[in-house]
């Protein structure tokens, strides 16, 4: 996702380091501190404009929950977004998704959403899939034991790799979607701005979701 430059952001994002973390590496093993209540935490890779977070956050008061972003001004956005709710069991991160394990400790998070995640379709591009092996033992090592995570895409190819990929890591699968919103899950499910976005178009939206 990319958006231009906004001139209001970076003064938004510093006058409110009480929502939004810079240096997510100082928090490492202490992020209960930064909610109100202790709570089990979940984080989302990559949470764009804010909409799954938010509203995640809004709908399961008792679990903490984390965005994080890597691109300054869609994270102003979500920013600007959180801030009208003043939601206690919210925070969001500006930083890079692939460096995780630096800023959780082992053990530190309940679980991880991948929300339509970059697919990098070129073969020579493969590592940088947020579902690739490499991704995965980071995901497993900041996880509680039998953690879970759930993966949500609108690109065909990527789910099969996904599945495959998991599938020879060891991932144990609970449930997997084709047709996300034509299943009973989409009752509760909650949308991204691209899911939305996708699926008002009439594509397909894949799901999976599991625990190491």
């Known amino acids: 996702m990319r958006v231009r430059n906004k001139a209001w952001a970076e003064p938004l994002i510093e006058a409110h380091p009480e929502l939004m973390i810079t240096d997510p590496l100082q ?30 956050a809004l709908k399961y008061p008792q679990i903490n929950f984390i965005g994080i972003e890597i691109q300054r001004s869609v994270a102003a956005i979500a920013l600007r977004d959180a801030l009208e709710e003043s939601l206690p069991n919210l925070q969001l991160v500006l930083a890079d998704g692939a460096d995780l394990n630096e800023y959780f400790d082992n053990g530190e998070i309940d679980r991880v959403y991948l929300n339509f995640s970059d697919p990098w379709p070129k073969k020579r591009h493969v590592k940088r899939r947020l579902t690739y092996k490499s991704f995965l033992h980071v995901y497993q090592e900041i996880l509680v034991d039998h953690g879970a995570l759930e993966f949500k895409t609108d690109n065909q190819g990527l789910f099969e790799y996904s599945l495959v990929s998991l599938n020879n890591y060891g991932f144990v699968f609970d449930a997997v979607f084709l047709d996300l919103h034509h299943t009973e899950e989409a009752v509760e499910n909650v949308e991204t701005e691209y899911e939305h976005k996708f699926s008002a178009k009439g594509q397909r939206i894949y799901k999976l979701s599991g625990h190491f």
């Open 27 to 56: 928090n490492k093993g202490d992020w209960q501190k930064r909610f109100k209540k202790k709570q089990p935490i979940r984080i989302e890779v990559g949470m764009g404009k804010g909409q799954f977070i938010i509203q995640m």
